[in-house]
């Protein structure tokens, strides 16, 4: 009696070498698509769109692609001349994530490549941060609370999640100071102020935020400038996704959200299995965050 056996589907081995990488994917596997689903959300037109789509698809597909610096000099080569030309019209992350994929093509062609990026992560984070502090402590507007005051008035994203269910500013106020803005800014207008509703809790809500922000941005610049060996790593880890959380799950600025979850996963060793979680988990917290109000 003859045994036959059935054929092997035509590719099932690259097949099943590709769910292996999957399967296996190690730290910079995901450094590298947090990465480029970080330059899908920065890439505002069809055309940068189209290629951050392809980008990420290679980078899923072939594990080659994502370990290649040539993946992050292209990124950074095409959006190089939208930062130069349209410099006007560019978010400030958008910046932070071309310096970022700069960083991790260099990395890639020399030894050490997870170390050298944990390196740069660590130093972009804490200059991006000194920079926010050191800016908001030469603005009076920011640091006297008036900017905030004006964020929890008119900016919806806080009046709806923190001065209409904490502060009590009912939809009247609301309508009042709609009105005196537009009275204000209107072509022809001949006043220099108007008066603005609003009960005295907005003052507090006010003056704490802008304080709990030059504070925590503050702690951020210090504890990831400082050299490794001063700050135990569990600090730094805790600092950033406590403030992520704190900032982006109120104002959800999802491209920097997710950029700095990115740097800091990839400042995470091996042993640091909890704190890959978390930052994965605060991604797609942000993501979900984002994902209501959109």
């Known amino acids: 009696m003859t045994r036959t056996t059935s ?25 590298a698509w947090m990465t480029l689903f970080v330059v899908l959300l920065v ?34 080569a095409i959006f190089t001349p939208r930062l130069v030309l349209d410099w006007y019209d560019n978010e400030d992350h958008v910046y ?96 220099d102020e108007v008066s603005l509703e609003y009960p005295d809790r907005v003052i507090w809500l006010a003056k704490f935020l802008a304080g709990w922000t030059i504070l925590i941005e503050g ?14 790593s569990w600090y730094r880890h805790t600092t950033l996704i406590v403030f992520s959380l704190t900032t982006y799950l109120v104002v959800p600025v999802l491209g920097f959200g997710l950029l700095f979850m990115t740097m800091g996963y990839a400042q995470t060793s091996e042993n640091e299995v909890g704190f890959r979680r978390a930052y994965l988990a605060t991604s797609w917290l942000l993501l979900l965050r984002f994902g209501l109000i959109a």
């Not at 054929?7 to 450094?31: E, H, L």
């Not at 505002?44 to 290679?58: G, K, M, R």
């Not at 702690?219 to 135990?232: M, N, Q």
Request: glycine fraction near 4%; proline fraction near 5%.
């Open 7 to 31: 054929p092997t589907p035509v590719g099932s081995g690259r097949i099943n070498a590709w769910v292996n990488s999957i399967r296996n994917a190690d730290g910079y596997d995901w450094i």
């Open 43 to 76: 890439a505002h037109t069809v055309f940068y769109q189209v290629f951050a789509v392809a980008c990420l698809i290679a980078a899923t597909i072939w594990r080659a692609a994502r370990r290649s610096p040539w993946i992050w000099l292209t990124v950074v």
């Open 96 to 191: 932070l994530t071309i310096y970022w994929c700069a960083a991790l093509a260099l990395a890639s062609w020399g030894p050490d490549t997870r170390q050298v990026i944990a390196w740069n992560a660590r130093l972009l984070v804490g200059l991006a941060f000194l920079f926010a502090t050191a800016w908001k402590l030469a603005s009076p507007a920011f640091y006297d609370g008036s900017l905030c005051t004006y964020k929890l008035l008119y900016d919806y994203r806080f009046r709806t999640v923190m001065t209409e269910p904490l502060c009590g500013l009912s939809s009247p106020d609301v309508d009042a100071n709609q009105t005196a803005m537009i009275s204000l800014t209107q072509t022809g207008s001949r006043l």
């Open 219 to 232: 702690t951020l610049a210090v504890v990831f400038l400082l050299p490794p060996t001063w700050v135990r």
